[in-house]
């Protein structure tokens, strides 16, 4: 099993910066890739960018040029740094980790980008 423990989230101005965190516990050796969804009020829950472990990225064209998805291995931790937030990116965030056989999610954690 895998664990997911985000942090990071908040209220931040249009124009402004946050890092999200995505700590993995457990069987981390069953994980091949990582990465985020995000999910706005009313809305259906949309891929936001991944890493695999070969660090390869890639991400949705709505976050592209303003997030950057990054990994520390050392931590078993995953970065989301956002840039240029608008009030369009405010939602839950939410980590995920993919294996051969399943997906495993943290709890989420809430971005709200608001003047």
């Known amino acids: 099993q895998v664990q997911l423990v985000e942090s990071g989230g908040g209220l931040v101005q249009p124009g402004g910066s946050l890092r999200l965190s995505c700590a993995a516990q457990g069987s981390i050796f069953l994980i091949s890739a990582m990465g985020w969804h995000r999910q706005a009020p009313g809305k259906q829950r949309e891929w936001v960018a991944t890493?695999?472990?070969?660090?390869?990225?890639d991400y949705n064209d709505s976050v592209k040029g303003r997030f950057t998805i990054s990994r520390d291995n050392a931590k078993n931790t995953v970065y989301l740094q956002m840039n240029r937030l608008n009030p369009e990116d405010t939602a839950a965030y939410f980590c995920?980790?993919?294996?051969?056989?399943?997906?495993?999610w943290g709890q989420g954690t809430q971005v709200t980008v608001s003047s």
């Open positions: 995920f980790a993919t294996s051969r056989s399943r997906a495993y």
């Open positions: 890493i695999t472990n070969g660090d390869s990225t």
